[in-house]
């Protein structure tokens, strides 16, 4: 007796159901089996993994906060990876937008007007767009291979940073150390709540709810369908390929830059050498995660954000290691990559023999 | 509304946490923006964390959260300790300060440490340590062991914290050997073993024959030892990774400041203060002279006794600046804020600051 992986004639809607929540509840056995090995209580860690940061106000703006740049950078990437278009870079458009948006707060502190913040926010657009074409540019005209020109890119924007930061936009009260001066309070993202939790949220909400519309119901999220699953057959019905990597790009460059001025304005309120713990990267797990659909990036970009905060509790009140936490990331995703096989494929239990009498 | 939400929140979170401590019990919490394993910065605060645990017995109760990026995680991290019931904080990075600050506005009545930044509060006081007073030790003990009369250093950051070290490294050096020189390389990270190790290879191809560091982990050292030769510890003692290849090494000791300031804050003593303190203070430590005759051994253990006193002062005029310009007059000490924000090498440095 063996188990077979069959492929499925379609789709099991069933399973796409299903997958998540089994994933779900193997990381919850396997946490606990992981946890009673490290002698604790299963129960009492698991609360405090999922449940604890839930259950007070700071902790839950904490989420949102830790969630929004990750949905934001994710939903446009979605629409690269749905188009068959390989962004790599968010990671250096969100520090691109970052550092265009911090133009005006940084060279021309004393301008603070209503326009201020608007003005940023469009400049941190700007910027990451502006990241986003070069690997499409290159792409369009030269045929080089976006996943390494973004990917590289991403380098060179944080470097670019890095000496902004030491050298022309250095803090000139601040003893050379490598900071740039802190925002007025023109330039801050203001809280929403009593906590952390700023503005910058709602661009995250927009953005899901905006790139649903435009994917499910308008040409365009129609053309990018197609241009990702069957390139000819788009071309034949008159899209461009080109224009369309340029257009994912810019999309996915300008979010990303919006989620790097959002974050430098709401809760950063200056630029460091670091301004970001690897959010455009981790939004490339949360854009698969979320089956590169909005609403599924929504989810799955709450579901990291707790796994992070529920990370530092675990740290905090059950002096469990940071390593511990890492594993305990890393079996979540396995087991929900792994379960999505099973909307492919069927597991089967069959015989040596098997009645055909085919010995595989 | 708000408060009623928040208030069935502690509830519950009372509620579920079990064993709440008892009201006289202080809750002492450390941010570390490394893994406490890194045998180097955060490995030493956490002993510090220990010190202070092994003082206080159950009159305390200490937490951390490792590897803490700095960026808009710190903030996040320090509140928690601080919604934890944490009453004195220690946030043990340059990068964590501008969140320290903010998290210390928003929690009056918790006492905030900070390591090695220069913004203090009424609740924020900010502490370190002279290590460019080690650094020249170890320069004097390069110049009199190595034969190629070239050192190699790696470099974290380009920040004047490293770049005062560079200086003192160099200054100790040029009082054995005028013509001495030292090759830099940046490694852009304070903990990044494999690069760490990179550098130290490619320093010691060029024909280097000591190391010295401003990285965290032992990896050059333990290249220095396989290539058989030598180099310097930082943070920690790092005898065990390279026994034949450490000859010293400066050792942050933070014990006696965590001690001394906790039992401030137990005594209801504590106020915000600035702590510099170097191996008068014992918050700077060489580790013992290993691997070097007695005469090196004997003129370093000379050296540190004079630094101890105030006799000497490595940052004592004439210095001169890269480009020649006089930088410190002579028989002048350079003060406490010029050295805190140093971007300029002294003379005889060839490398140029990444600028």
Not at chain 1, 184 to 204: C, E, K, N, T, Y
Request: glycine letters at 10%; proline letters at 5%; charged letters at 20%.
């Amino acid at each position: 007796m063996r188990l077979e992986l069959e492929k499925r004639a379609e789709h099991s809607r069933t399973m796409a159901v299903l997958s998540p929540l089994l994933a779900l509840l193997l990381t919850l056995v396997s946490g606990a089996i992981m946890f009673a090995l490290l002698g604790q209580d299963p129960v009492r860690a698991l609360y405090t993994f999922f449940i604890e940061p839930l259950t007070a106000s700071w902790s839950l703006q904490e989420l949102v906060v830790k969630a929004a740049p990750l949905i934001l950078i994710a939903v446009g990437l979605a629409v690269c990876y749905l188009s068959n278009t390989w962004n790599i870079g968010a990671e250096g458009q969100f520090t691109f937008g970052a550092i265009a948006g911090s133009l005006l707060p940084i060279m021309v502190p004393g301008f603070e007007t209503p326009l201020t913040l608007p003005l940023m926010l469009l400049m941190g657009i700007a910027g990451g767009m502006l990241w986003g074409a070069i690997p499409a540019f290159l792409k369009i005209r030269f045929g080089a291979n976006e996943i390494l020109t973004s990917l590289m890119l991403v380098y060179v924007a944080q470097l670019f940073l890095d000496w902004l930061v030491r050298g022309p936009w250095r803090d000139p009260e601040g003893f050379n150390f490598p900071e740039s001066r802190l925002f007025s309070d023109a330039a801050i993202l203001q809280p929403l709540a009593d906590g952390r939790m700023h503005v910058g949220a709602l661009f995250a909400l927009l953005a899901v709810i905006a790139m649903s519309v435009i994917l499910m119901k308008t040409l365009k999220g129609f053309e990018v369908r197609v241009l990702g699953q069957a390139p000819r057959a788009g071309q034949f019905a008159g899209f461009s390929r080109n224009k369309m990597v340029l257009f994912a790009f810019l999309l996915s460059g300008g979010l990303a830059g919006l989620a790097g001025i959002s974050e430098v304005s709401g809760s950063i309120n200056q630029l460091t050498p670091v301004i970001s713990p690897g959010y455009g990267f981790t939004a490339i797990i949360v854009a698969f995660l979320g089956r590169l659909n909005p609403i599924g990036i929504f989810i799955a970009g709450f579901l990291l954000a707790l796994s992070y905060l529920g990370g530092e509790a675990a740290q905090v009140s059950l002096g469990l290691s940071d390593k511990t936490t890492r594993v305990f990331q890393g079996m979540l995703l396995f087991y929900v990559l792994a379960c999505d096989t099973l909307i492919l494929y069927r597991i089967r239990l069959t015989r040596t023999f098997a009645p055909s009498g085919k010995e595989a | 509304m708000r408060k009623l939400l928040s208030m069935a929140a502690a509830a519950v979170l009372s509620f579920g946490v079990v064993g709440a401590e008892a009201a006289d019990k202080l809750k002492v919490g450390f941010i570390y923006v490394g893994p406490i394993g890194d045998y180097g910065w955060s490995y030493q605060h956490n002993q510090g964390r220990l010190a202070i645990e092994a003082a206080f017995g159950d009159k305390v109760e200490t937490v951390y959260i490792e590897s803490v990026s700095e960026g808009p995680d710190a903030e996040r991290a320090i509140e928690r300790l601080a919604r934890d019931g944490a009453g004195l904080i220690y946030s043990t990075s340059f990068g964590f300060m501008n969140p320290t600050l903010k998290v210390a506005k928003k929690f009056p009545d918790v006492k905030f440490e900070h390591s090695t930044g220069y913004k203090r509060a009424a609740n924020v006081s900010t502490y370190s340590a002279r290590f460019y007073e080690g650094r020249y030790v170890i320069g004097q003990i390069a110049a009199r062991m190595s034969k190629t009369g070239t050192a190699g250093y790696i470099g974290s950051f380009p920040i004047p914290e490293v770049i005062r070290g560079i200086n003192a490294f160099m200054l100790g050096a040029q009082s054995v050997d005028p013509d001495f020189k030292v090759k830099i390389v940046w490694a852009n990270s304070w903990y990044d073993p494999g690069k760490e190790a990179d550098a130290a290879k490619a320093l010691l191809d060029q024909g280097v024959d000591v190391l010295a560091q401003h990285t965290d982990s032992p990896a050059p050292l333990q290249v220095a030892e396989e290539r058989g030769a030598i180099g310097f510890g930082q943070a920690s003692d790092m005898i065990k990774f390279a026994p034949k290849g450490q000859l010293t090494a400066i050792v942050d000791d933070w014990s006696v400041y965590y001690v001394n300031r906790t039992k401030a804050v137990l005594d209801g003593t504590w106020e915000s203060t600035d702590t510099w303190g170097g191996l008068d203070a014992e918050m700077v430590l060489m580790a013992p002279f290993t691997n070097m005759p007695e005469d090196v051994a004997n003129a370093a253990k000379e050296t540190v006794e004079k630094i101890r006193s105030g006799k000497l002062h490595p940052f004592t005029g004439p210095i001169y600046k890269q480009d020649g310009e006089l930088a410190v007059a002579d028989g002048i000490l350079l003060d406490d804020q010029a050295m805190l924000g140093m971007n300029w090498y002294v003379k005889g440095i060839d490398d140029q600051l990444p600028q």
